[in-house]
């Protein structure tokens, strides 16, 4: 039963795209690669730090360095679109797999160590020993396309967010090491882009450090040093790790404001609407990568958005901001597991409070950059509900700005209305019937008519399209 509308309070005012910076913004999303590919916060940044210090010390020019700083926060950008092929193939968590991963160096002894102890990690004897046995018959195919998969799409979105081809051939070469023993392609030497080679170091260094230590990070360059990397590269990390200043800040609280000083000013890229525009979808098909079952989800609900915001009369710059907190609404998923997001039966009590926490991580990373706060709520509050029996926080009406409600009903829609790992999608007839039942307590009745008016004129629209072209192929068929 409908209640009374309860009015929503003021959205904050929507800020100007050159209000910010482009780093601060990459900078901040890029906490979101770190939790999907299973490394600790903080962990781009100071790739950020080691790799800037190292380019500086090669030589490289402004724009070089410039390419080199957003390709260094940026290298991960493909990493959610293999998770749910790892959780597949190795039945194991991909976080725990992806983080564990970097500590080794593919040396035989190694990787089959990691693949015992990583592989099947919460089922029995025999599923175990099935499921190693069925990665050894085609392990080199696996991990190649695995890389493949990640490095390729990464470069991809890189290219729709507008970033120069150097960034973007730099994610493509991630993987691929000095020796020519690296994936996807195989690449050796100087045929392999400088920025990738020198973030594949800076990543070693940084993962190797935070697990044993300064010596230990030296120790596994100079190992590697010809085999992944290139010598060049590794010989001047030998001189900057004996910088003390260096490993302070690497080590420090600040990072994060020493790195954005080594953007080189003279080619600092504005942030206009357009590309605040383009980073949003970039890093929402990053969400959407991470599951089949979510393929496409975010633009959808963004497109939901906005349709009922038409419907609702909102500005256009408010719409606009709207749009772009739709796009990033759950980002914090990418700090979930994949055996918990594409489950199909009913998930257990610890498996539902960390799904439930995806909205906080998602607020944590949005309220990184000032000016996003209004967006930053949409993340944390989309799955509250007007009567307050929604998560995480369970608040009620009257802390739920509009915007929050539009992006919780358009995200109740898709929902709804697509294919999950649980169930097939519903008619949209029959999704909007469910809603139905929660308007007033749980969803607001105004963007919960918008949307159904919406929708009605979307069929209707197609109605008249089909009409027309069944009349044209009538006049020529006689």
Same mark, same amino acid.
């Given at each position: 039963?409908?209640?009374?509308?309860?009015?929503?309070?003021?959205?904050?005012? *929507?800020?100007? *795209?050159?209000?910010?910076?482009?780093? !601060?913004?990459?900078?901040?999303?890029?906490?979101?690669? #770190?939790?999907?590919?299973?490394?600790?916060? /903080?962990?781009?940044?100071?790739?950020?730090?080691?790799?800037?210090?190292?380019?500086?010390?090669?030589?490289?020019?402004?724009?070089?360095?410039?390419?080199?700083?957003?390709?260094?926060?940026?290298?991960?950008?493909?990493?959610? +679109?293999?998770?749910?092929?790892?959780?597949?193939?190795?039945?194991?968590?991909?976080?725990?797999?992806? =983080?564990?991963?970097?500590?080794?160096?593919? &040396?035989?002894?190694?990787?089959?160590?990691?693949?015992?102890?990583?592989?099947?990690?919460?089922?029995?004897?025999?599923?175990?020993?099935?499921?190693?046995?069925?990665?050894? =018959?085609?392990?080199?195919?696996?991990?190649?396309?695995?890389?493949?998969?990640?490095?390729?799409?990464?470069? !991809?979105? *890189?290219?729709?967010?507008?970033?120069?081809?150097? @960034?973007?051939?730099?994610?493509?070469?991630?993987?691929?090491? %000095?020796?020519?023993?690296?994936?996807?392609?195989?690449?050796?030497? +100087?045929?392999?882009?400088?920025?990738?080679?020198?973030?594949?170091?800076?990543?070693?260094?940084?993962?190797?450090?935070?697990?044993?230590?300064?010596?230990?990070?030296?120790?596994?360059?100079?190992?590697?040093?010809?085999? %992944?990397?290139?010598?060049?590269?590794?010989?001047?990390?030998?001189?900057?790790?004996?910088?003390?200043?260096?490993?302070? @800040?690497? !080590?420090?609280? #600040?990072?994060?404001?020493?790195?954005?000083?080594?953007?080189?000013?003279?080619? $600092?890229?504005?942030?206009?609407?357009?590309?605040?525009?383009?980073?949003?979808?970039?890093?929402?098909? @990053?969400?959407?990568?991470?599951?089949?079952?979510? &393929?496409?989800?975010?633009?959808?609900?963004?497109?939901?958005?906005?349709?009922?915001? !038409?419907?609702?009369?909102?500005?256009?710059?408010?719409?606009? %901001?709207?749009? =772009?907190?739709?796009?990033?609404? #759950?980002? /914090?998923?990418?700090?979930?597991?994949?055996?918990?997001?594409?489950?199909?039966?009913?998930?257990?009590?610890?498996? %539902?409070?960390?799904?439930?926490?995806?909205? @906080?991580?998602?607020?944590?990373?949005?309220?990184?950059?000032?000016?996003?706060?209004?967006?930053?709520?949409?993340?944390?509050?989309?799955?509250?509900?007007?009567?307050?029996?929604?998560?995480?926080?369970?608040?009620?009406?009257?802390?739920?700005?509009?915007?929050? $409600?539009?992006?919780?009903?358009?995200?109740?829609?898709?929902?709804?209305?697509?294919?999950?790992?649980?169930?097939?999608?519903?008619?949209?007839?029959?999704?909007? +019937?469910?809603?139905?039942?929660?308007?007033?307590?749980?969803?607001?009745?105004?963007?919960?008519?918008?949307?159904?008016?919406?929708?009605? =004129?979307?069929?209707?629209?197609?109605?008249?399209?089909?009409?027309?072209?069944?009349?044209?192929?009538?006049?020529?068929?006689?």
């Amino acid at each position: 039963m409908k209640t009374a509308n309860l009015a929503p309070r003021s959205a904050v005012m *929507a800020p100007r *795209a050159d209000m910010l910076q482009l780093a !601060e913004v990459v900078s901040a999303l890029s906490a979101a690669l #770190d939790m999907t590919d299973g490394q600790p916060v /903080g962990h781009s940044a100071r790739c950020c730090w080691i790799g800037m210090h190292i380019g500086k010390r090669l030589g490289l020019d402004a724009a070089e360095l410039h390419d080199l700083f957003y390709m260094l926060f940026l290298k991960d950008l493909g990493c959610s +679109s293999n998770a749910a092929r790892i959780c597949q193939l190795y039945a194991t968590n991909d976080h725990d797999f992806k =983080r564990n991963s970097k500590l080794m160096d593919h &040396s035989l002894g190694q990787v089959l160590h990691f693949v015992a102890t990583n592989t099947a990690v919460k089922s029995g004897l025999a599923t175990k020993l099935k499921t190693i046995l069925n990665i050894a =018959r085609s392990a080199g195919n696996i991990t190649r396309d695995l890389i493949e998969t990640r490095c390729e799409r990464g470069a !991809e979105i *890189a290219r729709t967010m507008r970033f120069p081809e150097r @960034v973007a051939k730099g994610i493509l070469d991630l993987d691929e090491h %000095w020796d020519g023993r690296g994936h996807p392609l195989g690449r050796k030497e +100087s045929d392999i882009s400088l920025m990738a080679r020198i973030a594949l170091l800076a990543q070693v260094i940084d993962v190797f450090h935070i697990t044993g230590g300064r010596q230990a990070a030296v120790n596994e360059v100079r190992r590697r040093a010809g085999t %992944w990397f290139d010598p060049q590269l590794a010989a001047l990390f030998e001189i900057l790790a004996k910088d003390l200043s260096f490993w302070a @800040v690497l !080590e420090g609280q #600040d990072i994060e404001a020493r790195v954005f000083a080594l953007e080189p000013t003279a080619n $600092r890229t504005p942030l206009d609407d357009d590309l605040l525009d383009d980073i949003a979808d970039g890093f929402a098909q @990053v969400v959407d990568a991470k599951s089949p079952f979510t &393929s496409g989800h975010s633009k959808r609900v963004a497109l939901y958005s906005d349709m009922i915001a !038409e419907e609702l009369g909102m500005e256009a710059s408010r719409k606009r %901001w709207l749009v =772009r907190g739709a796009l990033l609404h #759950d980002i /914090g998923k990418l700090g979930i597991s994949n055996e918990i997001l594409d489950k199909t039966g009913k998930l257990d009590e610890d498996e %539902w409070r960390a799904m439930k926490n995806h909205p @906080v991580l998602g607020e944590h990373i949005l309220s990184k950059i000032e000016a996003f706060s209004g967006i930053a709520s949409i993340a944390r509050n989309h799955h509250e509900k007007l009567n307050g029996k929604g998560y995480p926080n369970g608040i009620g009406a009257d802390e739920l700005d509009l915007e929050t $409600r539009i992006v919780t009903v358009a995200d109740i829609f898709d929902a709804l209305s697509a294919d999950r790992p649980y169930r097939a999608a519903m008619p949209t007839a029959r999704a909007l +019937s469910i809603m139905s039942e929660e308007v007033g307590s749980g969803l607001d009745p105004d963007c919960f008519d918008a949307l159904a008016a919406a929708i009605g =004129r979307l069929h209707k629209a197609k109605d008249d399209v089909q009409q027309m072209s069944d009349a044209s192929l009538s006049h020529v068929c006689t």
